[in-house]
């Protein structure tokens, strides 16, 4: 005759009691293990900062950016959110990670969940195989405790018992692999091109979904050559935009890095331009690259009238995308440079940027044409003796 379900619990329980009292504390020590193993995010404690951001994550909140040094935890992070959005809140009652899952702006199951990996390989490598399925540094978030129903490795899906879907996507896949689907969370993880996020984002329009950043922001806001989408994020929150916020986790400040390691990280990114992104999560501005030894109390002088047999020069940095920058030079006999003139535009077509360049009529363009042409140009004398520098 088969026992109930119930009567071999209590059997269970009676060997146990019968056990000496430290025989069964380590029997329970050992069970409690293995469902930790099991169900790890049940059991996922955060660190202080983590604990923070988590708490930033509220109803309110459409976007939620989690900007973090290299190894700060914001992957982990992620991938605790990810999995918490697929099981719903009342998997998590009662038990320790409850308090970190009660007040994150998780809808009833099923939900859609797409993680989304900046290149295959990190998708595959990190994202599915260390953090969701396997582990590494901590047992996998993924429980094995019968509320995953199937996980088709090759396709990058995880159904689960309550009908969520979790489908891992790269972002080199481009934009076109992004579209049609209703998506009730978008965990991006680290910065992708600007129009994978914004097809990312209307995939969360019709259902009132969220957006979740996980990110080392290493592109130089001040270069021109991709869209700081996420800066500009940034900067929208900062002005007040009630759908945004932004979280900062520092590299430095993890229990999870050893010290040594960290005093490493200090030395090798000393006076690195990416090294407040790489320690602290900040944006990056590579100024000075070029001229790191500009002082304007040296550089910057009152203006002066240009005779008119200096040479003068332009240089254009024109881009066809992004940031089209130029500079007006003047050269004194002594072989002294004076800047009297700049030009700064964004996403200007090539053909408007050359011709105000001739329209202002200067002696000498020498353009930067990069891949759009490696062509200079000689312009005809000017009269422009009025024109005053203010730097050198």
């Keep these: 005759m088969s026992l109930s379900s119930q009567d071999k619990t209590e059997d269970v329980l009676n060997r146990l009691n019968r056990l000496p009292e430290t025989e069964r504390l380590a029997v329970l020590d050992a069970l409690q293990e293995k469902r930790k193993q099991k169900t790890f995010v049940k059991y996922f404690e955060p660190w202080s900062e983590q604990k923070t951001a988590l708490t930033e994550f509220t109803s309110g909140k459409k976007i939620f950016g989690l900007l973090g040094g290299n190894r ?135 259902c009132a979904g969220r957006l979740l950043l996980t990110l080392t922001p290493l592109t130089d806001i001040n270069s021109g050559v991709r869209t700081p989408w996420v800066f500009d994020l940034f900067e929208e929150y900062l002005a007040g935009d009630p759908s945004l916020v932004f979280c900062q986790l520092s590299t430095l400040n993890s229990p999870f890095v050893p010290q040594d390691e960290k005093k490493k990280l200090i030395e090798k990114w000393a006076g690195d331009p990416e090294e407040g992104a790489r320690l602290y999560g900040k944006f990056v501005r590579r100024s000075g690259l070029v001229y790191p030894w500009f002082d304007k109390s040296k550089h910057i002088i009152r203006p002066i009238a240009i005779p008119r047999f200096w040479q003068r020069i332009v240089s254009i940095d024109p881009a066809a995308t992004g940031v089209t920058a130029a500079i007006w030079i003047a050269v004194d006999e002594n072989g002294n440079y004076y800047a009297y003139r700049e030009y700064y535009e964004r996403d200007r077509a090539h053909s408007y940027t050359e011709n105000l360049v001739f329209q202002l009529d200067y002696l000498k363009l020498v353009k930067t044409m990069d891949s759009l042409s490696r062509k200079s140009t000689s312009l005809p004398p000017s009269h422009l003796e009025q024109d005053t520098p203010s730097s050198i």
């Design 72 to 206: 700060s935890g914001k992957t982990v992070l992620g991938a605790f959110i990810a999995v918490a959005w697929c099981l719903g809140k009342e998997y998590f009652r009662d038990e320790p990670a409850w308090e970190w899952v009660k007040d994150l702006p998780i809808p009833e199951p099923p939900n859609n969940v797409w993680v989304v990996g900046v290149t295959n390989n990190v998708l595959r490598d990190v994202i599915w195989y260390e953090k969701l399925r396997h582990g590494k540094a901590h047992p996998p978030f993924l429980p094995t405790d019968g509320s995953v129903r199937d996980c088709k490795d090759g396709d990058f899906q995880i159904f689960f018992e309550n009908g969520s879907l979790l489908t891992g996507k790269s972002a080199e896949a481009g934009r076109d692999k992004f579209q049609g689907a209703s998506i009730d969370l978008v965990w991006l993880d680290e910065e992708c091109e600007q129009d994978v996020f914004d097809e990312c984002y209307q995939r969360t329009v019709d």
